[in-house]
C-alpha cells in the first residue's frame, strides 16, 4: 500500500488556489491520488492532485484553465516500473478539473455504527455534518448507517438544508452491536447505482473494518461495484481489516485512508470531497503487463522545484477477491502437433511467476487442450504435454512444483469450432485454474 505524504485540507482553508497566486520557491506536493484501470488495455487515467502546505489545490496549470502557453513543458515526464523494466509513456494528455465544473458527483457516505464505534458517535455525526454543510450543486450526497442492520438516513441529495435536516432527524438510526459491513456496502452501491451514469458515483464508508453478520462476500461487493462503476473509498479507524479495506478502494479506483483520531475524520470526509472534484486528469495507453505497474510522473513548475507523484496498479489475472475455481485465461498457445514454449509465451510465463510469489497461497492447474487433428488418446498425451511444459517454465523460475498440477484435457473443450486453421489455433492452448488459496 502506498502512503505518500500530502497535507489534509485545513477546514477553514479556501477551496482552491490559483497558480498566479503562489510565491516563488512555496513548497508544494504532488501525489496521483487515485488510478482508474478499469479501461485497460486501451487506457489507464491518472488522477492527480498538486497542493500548497496548508493542503489546498493548485489550480490553473492545464487547459482548459491555464493562460499559460507552455503549460505542457510542466508536465515533463511519465514512465512505468513493470518487474525490472522501466517503460516511457511518451504520449499523454492532461486536463484540469475543478469547483467551476458543471458536471457533478454523487456521494454517499456511509458510517459505522456498531458496538466498537458507538463511544465515537457524536464526533462522527460532526464530521458527517461537516461533509454536508461543503455540499455544492450540482453534487448530491446520500447517508446511511449500518450495524447488523442497514439504515437509510437519507437518499442522494443536492440541497445541502434538505440534507442536513433530515440527518438530524435521523442520525440515531442504525445503531447495533453486531457488524456487517459487505451487506451494507453492497446497499449502498446498489442505492447508488440508481443515480445517473453520466456522473461520478463515490461511497465513503466509515469503518474499523470488522465484519461477523454480513451474508455478503467481500467478492459479490467488488463485483457490484466493478459493474456499476462505483468508487469505494474507505476510512478505517481503531484496529482496522487494513489489507481488505485498501483493496477494495484500489481495485473499485478508489482510494484509503486511515483516521489516527476521531478529530481527523471531517478534514478527510472534506479531503475526498474535494479531490473528487478538484483534480488533474492525466490519460496515456499503457504498455500491456500482467502485474503490478508502478507510474511515476514528473512536474517541473515554474515556481517551485520538480515534483514527483507515483501510483501503483494492478493488471493481474487474479485479484484479493478470486476464490477458488476461477479460471483464468492467460492463454499460451502451441504450434501444430509441439509443446514447445514460443518465444512470445516467455513474458507471460515470468508475469506468471511474479503472480505466484505474490500470492504464495494460490496453488493452480495447468490446464492443456489442443485441436481436433488426430486420435483422442493422441492428443490427450500432447494436451498433458503442452501442461508440463508450462509447469516445467515455471519451475525454473523458482516456482515450488507443489504449487503446481499439469492436466491434458486433449481435444474435449474447444473454445473455437475446428473449422478452419486459425480456430484450430486458439484450441492449442493451456488455461489456469485456482485449485487452492
Known sequence: ?????????????????PTSTLRPGE??????????????????????????QNGAPVTHLAPPYTTDPDWRQHWSALREQLGLSTVPIDSFSVREYNEWDSSGVTLFLLLDYSGSLTPLLRTVQAAAETLITMLKPPDALGLASFSEEFALLSSPEPNAAIL??????RRHQGLGTYT?????????????????????????????????????????????????NVLIFPVGFGYTQDSLLAELASYTGGRYTIAVDAEALAPIFADIYRSLRNYYLVRYRPP?????????LTLA????????????????PITPFDTVGKEFERIILFDFDKATLRPEAIPIIEELAELLRRYPRIKLEVQGHTDNIGTEEYNLRLSEARAHAVVEALVERGIDRRRLR???????????????????????????KIIAK
Open 406 to 432: 499439469p492436466r491434458g484435457f486433449g481435444m474435449s473443450m474447444p473454445v473455437a469450432p475446428n473449422d478452419t486453421e486459425e480456430n484450430r489455433q486458439k484450441n492449442r492452448r493451456t488455461v489456469f
Open 27 to 52: 513548497p508544494l506536493f504532488a501525489d496521483i491520488w487515485r488510478i482508474d484501470a478499469t479501461r485497460y488495455p486501451e487506457e489507464v487515467r491518472l488522477f492527480v492532485r498538486i497542493r500548497d
Open 301 to 316: 513548475l515554474p515556481t517551485a522545484d520538480t515534483l514527483h507523484a507515483e501510483g501503483v496498479y494492478d493488471t493481474a
Open 288 to 296: 500491456r503487463y500482467a502485474g503490478l505497474h508502478r507510474v511515476r
Open 1 to 17: 500500500m502506498l502512503v505518500v505524504a500530502v497535507p489534509l485540507l485545513a477546514q477553514s482553508a479556501r477551496w482552491s488556489r
Open 180 to 228: 456487517a459491513l459487505y451487506d451494507a456496502l453492497l446497499q449502498s452501491i446498489q442505492l447508488l447505482a440508481q443515480s445517473p451514469d453520466s456522473l461520478p458515483r463515490a461511497l465513503i464508508v466509515f469503518t474499523d473494518g470488522d465484519d461477523n453478520a454480513s451474508t455478503a462476500t467481500p467478492l459479490q461487493v467488488y463485483e457490484r461495484a466493478r459493474a456499476a
Open 164 to 169: 442536513l435536516a433530515a440527518f438530524r432527524q
